[in-house]
């Protein structure tokens, strides 16, 4: 399976769930960094991203993204997400902090309208200064795919000592404002829309209460061979009890 090696800043590429994204990749550029693993993660397995551990520092990021912006701006291309993403988990790169600080600066300079969207797996939320900067930006969106710290194992893979309960926690200080990110799917092991899978996943997002939830399924070739997508009616079907709640819930097939 092709790997996804991105540059610090890359694009814009339309994103089905944020419009015209201009992607920030905080992690190496030959490798892949994450405390997950997930099965379905498009830039492929871990353990076959491991030839470069280099992080790009704060002052590389500063310089790379007023670059980008500034032609971006000069030459009419429109964006609407600066949206932290990569081979990996960002909030894992040691500048995370002051690396939200710079971009806000930058965005206000370049592309004022634009939001700042993080995409997380919520495991570092416990920190102080990642939660203080996940708070500043426009789009915190924090990754739980399954109430059960079992699914989990066989969905993402997380690295040891990770607790649903811990991730809960960390969601709670949000209070509300936050993207609840949820991926649908099934395999011979599992099935997001089983009834106990589905039932407890809908009962933590009453107890987070986030203010969006985005619901999504397989969208490009995944690591773990034998998945299978839901369509977007499916998912629609399954949300529904929340959407009859007032949820604001966003699909994508």
């Known amino acids: 399976m092709p790997?996804?090696?991105?540059?610090?800043?890359?694009?814009?590429?339309?994103?089905?769930?944020?419009?015209?994204?201009?992607?920030?990749?905080?992690?190496?550029?030959?490798?892949?960094?994450?405390?997950?693993?997930?099965?379905?993660?498009?830039?492929?397995?871990?353990?076959?991203?491991?030839?470069?551990?280099?992080?790009?520092?704060?002052?590389?990021?500063?310089?790379?993204?007023?670059?980008?912006?500034?032609?971006?701006?000069?030459?009419?291309?429109?964006?609407?997400?600066?949206?932290?993403?990569?081979?990996?988990?960002?909030?894992?790169?040691?500048?995370?902090?002051?690396?939200?600080?710079?971009?806000?600066?930058?965005?206000?300079?370049?592309?004022?309208?634009?939001?700042?969207?993080?995409?997380?797996?919520?495991?570092?939320?416990?920190?102080?200064?990642?939660?203080?900067?996940?708070?500043?930006?426009d789009n915190p969106i924090m990754k739980l795919d399954a109430p059960t710290d079992a699914l989990c194992a066989k969905i993402n893979r997380p690295a040891p000592g990770y607790r649903v309960a811990d991730v809960v926690k960390s969601l709670k200080r949000f209070d509300g404002d936050f993207v609840l990110q949820t991926m649908f799917l099934r395999s011979k092991d599992f099935d997001s829309s089983s009834r106990e899978v589905l039932e407890g996943w809908m009962e933590l997002v009453r107890e987070l209460k986030p203010r969006e939830i985005m619901v999504y399924t397989l969208d490009r070739p995944a690591p773990m061979q034998g998945l299978e997508k839901f369509t977007e009616e499916q998912m629609g079907g399954l949300v529904r009890p929340l959407s009859d709640e007032g949820f604001n819930i966003q699909i994508r097939g």
């Open 3 to 137: 790997m996804m090696r991105e540059d610090i800043v890359f694009g814009p590429i339309h994103s089905r769930r944020l419009g015209h994204s201009l992607g920030i990749n905080l992690l190496p550029r030959n490798g892949k960094l994450c405390n997950f693993d997930c099965i379905y993660c498009e830039c492929g397995w871990n353990k076959d991203g491991r030839e470069d551990r280099k992080l790009p520092s704060a002052s590389d990021l500063e310089d790379a993204l007023d670059a980008k912006l500034r032609e971006c701006s000069e030459a009419g291309v429109p964006i609407d997400s600066i949206t932290f993403s990569g081979d990996g988990e960002p909030t894992l790169n040691p500048d995370f902090a002051k690396i939200i600080d710079i971009t806000i600066s930058l965005r206000d300079k370049w592309y004022p309208e634009a939001r700042i969207s993080v995409l997380s797996n919520a495991t570092m939320a416990w920190k102080d200064e990642v939660f203080s900067a996940l708070r500043k930006v």
